[in-house]
Nanobody, 125 residues
Framework: QVQLVESGGGVVQAGGSLTLSCAAS????????MGWFRQAPGKEREFVSG????????YYADSVKGRVTISRDNYKNTVYLQMNNLRPEDTAVYYC??????????????????WGQGTQLTFSS
C-alpha cells in the first residue's frame, strides 16, 4: 500500500512558477514509476508527466513540454513537478499517481495503482 500526499498548489500569475510535491509513504517508493495528472474544471483528467523508478526516463505531454520538469528523490520518497511560465490553461487540480510498473513513464488513469488527493493550482489574472 502506498499513500500519496500532494502539496505546493496555490494561486499563480502569468509567467509564474510553482513546484508541486508528492510525498509517498512506505519503503517501496523506488519500485514505482510516478506520474502527474491534472483535471481542469469541466474537463477529463489529463496525464501531464511521468518518471520511471530511477529518474532516468521521463515523459511530458505536449501541453507542458518545455515548461515542466519532473523529478524524484527516492531517499525522500518524493516526486516533484516544477512548473514554469505558467498559463491560464494550467489551472487544474493536480494529482500524483504511482504505477507498479517501475519503467512506465506514460500511463493512463487505468494503469495508476495509487492516487493522491490532489492539490489545486489556480491562475490569477
Amino acid at each position: 500500500q502506498v499513500q500519496l500526499v500532494e502539496s505546493g498548489g496555490g494561486v499563480v500569475q502569468a509567467g509564474g512558477s510553482l513546484t508541486l510535491s508528492c510525498a509517498a509513504s512506505g519503503r517501496t517508493f523506488s519500485r514505482y514509476a510516478m506520474g502527474w495528472f491534472r483535471q481542469a474544471p469541466g474537463k477529463e483528467r489529463e496525464f501531464v508527466s511521468g518518471i520511471n523508478w530511477s529518474g532516468r526516463r521521463r515523459y511530458y505531454a505536449d501541453s507542458v513540454k518545455g515548461r515542466v520538469t519532473i523529478s524524484r528523490d527516492n531517499y525522500k520518497n518524493t516526486v516533484y513537478l516544477q512548473m514554469n511560465n505558467l498559463r491560464p490553461e494550467d489551472t487544474a487540480v493536480y494529482y500524483c499517481a504511482a504505477d507498479r510498473d517501475p519503467e512506465d513513464v506514460v500511463f493512463t488513469e487505468g494503469k495508476a495503482d495509487y492516487w493522491g488527493q490532489g492539490t489545486q493550482l489556480t491562475f490569477s489574472s
